[in-house]
């Protein structure tokens, strides 16, 4: 070695000769475009070392990769192209690349009776992988919304019609005097329990699927659960939603069901795996309903 020569010791052999499964970085921070949006994300990005007498990867080559991911809107093929220029810079060494980038996408959302709108965070990861020169791409997403117990509401009817037996039982019925009742803390002697709930959408988009509909799914799934959770909220938008979840009473179940259905419906969906959690008030452990789907090849 000449004075002016770096060392090298990635491309020195291995002193035990191993292939390894996955090798690279982790939270590399990038900015990325979705749906026109510029989003703060975090990028693991690695690929598979297969040539055992190797003693490493090439992590600048990896990094330098990722550039194209600040300049252009994220859609499958520049996906692709980045894990093939991974693959390109470790011929050789390595057979398989692997991407995986989390960001927290930011919608804006109308209250549902004042005119008033806020801001929701999403947590979204893409994870996209060429192994064995196949293609993958899986979408991850998080929804919150409310769900409210039927069970518990059907309990509740109960003890408020005893109520009305018992506070009525001898009089005869005026409108105004269970006008007066309804509106009492007696009229509601009883409350259903409703939780904060999430829905974890792994999603595998077909081939064609040019975008990464995030925002899309995020609607589709938001629309079938009928209860998101809100962002500004005055007391008419609180009317509201108590009123829709009244409307809209479900187990962990019903909202997996309709999940199932609502992405079973999406052109771009070719199979997905979806988890429902309804973190209970009733119990300190949760209600969790899992689906999933693969649309059948033609
Ligand atoms: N492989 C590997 N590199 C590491 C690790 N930790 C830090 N690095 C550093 O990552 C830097 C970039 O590695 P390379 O991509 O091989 O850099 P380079 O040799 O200048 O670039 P090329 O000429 O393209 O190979 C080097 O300085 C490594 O020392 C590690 O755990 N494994």
Known sequence: MNALTLPDIAAQASRQALPLDWVGMCGIALPILIDGQRLSAKADAGVSLDDGEARGI????????????????????????????????????????????????????????????????????????????????????????????????????????????????????????VLTWLGSAKGIVATPHSQRSSAQLRVHLQANQRTLPLTQLINEAEAALGTAVQTAVKRADEQAFALANGQNLMFCEDAARRLNLALKGMQAVKAFHLKVIHAESLHAHDAVAESRWARAAL
């Open 58 to 177: 090439h992590m600048s080559r990896l990094y330098l990769a990722l550039e194209a991911l600040e300049r252009e809107s994220l859609t499958q093929a520049l996906l692709r192209d980045v894990l093939q220029r991974f693959l390109d810079s470790h011929e050789g060494l390595s057979q398989n690349a692997y991407l995986r980038i989390h960001a927290d996408l930011l919608l804006k959302r109308p209250a549902l009776i004042s005119p008033l709108s806020g801001w929701k965070t999403y947590p979204v990861s893409i994870e996209a992988r060429l192994e064995n020169q196949m293609f993958h791409v899986e979408l991850k997403i998080d929804v919150t919304y409310s769900s409210t117990c039927p069970c518990s509401a059907a309990l509740a009817r109960q003890l408020i019609q005893q109520q009305f037996i018992d506070d009525f039982a001898t009089m005869s019925l005026q409108h105004e005097d």
